[in-house]
């Protein structure tokens, strides 16, 4: 991790690992993976729509477990940073 990222990252950490998880997990993440599920579904025949909104459960908890998969090594590294550096970035 460069010093860049550390700063980044530290803005980040300051907000929390729920915020992070919340933010990029399951609105980025998250709303990816349904735009994934629901785009050809939309397209074929809309009606289909309604019967398959159990994705969306899968959306939330896909987007939060990716959250949480990389809130983890980013720590990690900043940690490392840290450790390497003797001093939080600027």
């Given at each position: 991790m460069n010093e860049k990222n550390a700063i980044w990252w530290r803005k980040n950490r300051e907000a929390?690992?729920?915020?992070?998880?919340?933010?990029?997990?399951?609105?980025?993440?998250?709303?990816?993976?349904?735009?994934?599920?629901?785009?050809?579904?939309?397209?074929?025949?809309?009606?289909?729509?309604?019967?398959?909104v159990v994705y969306l459960p899968v959306c939330i908890l896909g987007g939060a477990l990716f959250g949480l998969l990389t809130w983890y090594p980013m720590e990690w590294q900043y940690r490392r940073y840290l450790s390497k550096h003797r001093q939080p970035p600027l």
């Open positions: 929390g690992s729920t915020a992070w998880i919340i933010r990029k997990g399951v609105v980025q993440f998250g709303t990816a993976l349904c735009m994934m599920f629901f785009l050809p579904i939309l397209m074929n025949d809309a009606r289909q729509l309604m019967q398959n």
